[in-house]
């Protein structure tokens, strides 16, 4: 076991500190990975997989179950997501966690947060969750508090600003970005290069998010992305992004080789 905790005195180790019930915090971060959130009698929508551990009497039930059918209506608007999601509800305390990535809470006050989509780990039903336009992300809207995990310490950024999309966790009350691309790699050597041989592939100093207006922009201190499950295909319409589920362009269609550096495989890069 590691030893946290405070020593014991002048030349004592310093031990684990153990947690009970009692002891735990409520709806507050038990260390900077892990957090606590304390229910009582209430719910909370929680992505699944991020539960570890948890005293009391609690169960979790699928977002398709119909007795929670009224708290799903007036609160998760994401159907292609539905299957990654479970309510919890009862009494106790739930640790929340998330393969070692830091762990914090937020809190919305009659607010407006789009967030990646393999970001947010839970949210209080006072929050409406729902699809964003960006492909990969959801939008939080209301009042209440969400909990979501980062690959590092997150940054508050003010626009106008630009991303390298990787670094991307969301953005608050703010219009959603558009793509950048920099000119000289899209005319440069190098671009024609990776066009050429397929060695190579699109960085944040050759593609970014921009974002303007006001607001406040969320990035993670790195640019490795967490990993993500498939959450199904999008639903086919016109000038919805990613439908149909495939996002296989013409060129590889007919057989041409599909190139990192090319947009589609910043679309895929990028859950577009």
Not at 14 to 34: E, K, M, R, S
Not at 87 to 112: H, I, P, Q, T, W
Not at 129 to 139: E, M, R
Not at 183 to 212: D, K, N, P, W
Request: with cysteine; glycine share 14%.
């Amino acid at each position: 076991m590691s030893p946290y905790g405070t020593p014991g005195g002048f030349g004592t180790p310093a031990g684990p500190t153990v947690f009970d019930p009692a002891t735990l915090p409520c709806d507050d971060n038990v260390n900077a990975y892990t957090f606590c959130v304390e229910l009582k009698g209430s719910q909370w929508f929680l992505q699944k997989g991020k539960m570890i551990a948890y005293y009391g009497s609690m169960e979790f039930n699928g977002v398709g179950h119909g007795r929670l059918d009224r708290l799903v209506r007036t609160s998760f608007h994401s159907p292609l997501h539905a299957s990654d999601w479970v309510v919890a509800e009862g009494s106790g305390k739930m640790l929340l966690a998330d393969r070692a990535f830091d762990v914090n809470s937020y809190d919305l006050e009659d607010g407006n947060l789009t967030i990646r989509s393999g970001n947010l780990l839970a949210f209080q039903p006072t929050l409406a969750l729902k699809q964003s336009i960006v492909p990969g992300f959801l939008t939080l809207i209301g009042t209440g508090k969400f909990v979501a995990a980062s690959n590092g310490p997150v940054v508050f950024m003010e626009p106008p600003i630009r991303v390298d999309p990787q670094a991307l966790v969301g953005w608050a009350d703010c219009p959603s970005p558009c793509h950048h691309y920099d000119h000289g790699y899209m005319t440069g050597v190098m671009g024609g290069l990776r066009a050429l041989t397929g060695l190579g592939g699109a960085s944040g100093e050759e593609h970014q998010f921009e974002f303007v207006g006001a607001g406040t922009v969320l990035l993670q201190s790195t640019e490795t992305l967490l990993a993500e499950q498939a959450t199904g295909a999008v639903p086919s319409g016109a000038g919805v992004p990613g439908a149909g589920g495939t996002h296989t362009s013409p060129s590889q269609t007919a057989g041409t080789q599909r190139l990192p550096g090319q947009l589609g495989d910043l679309q895929r890069r990028f859950g577009l």
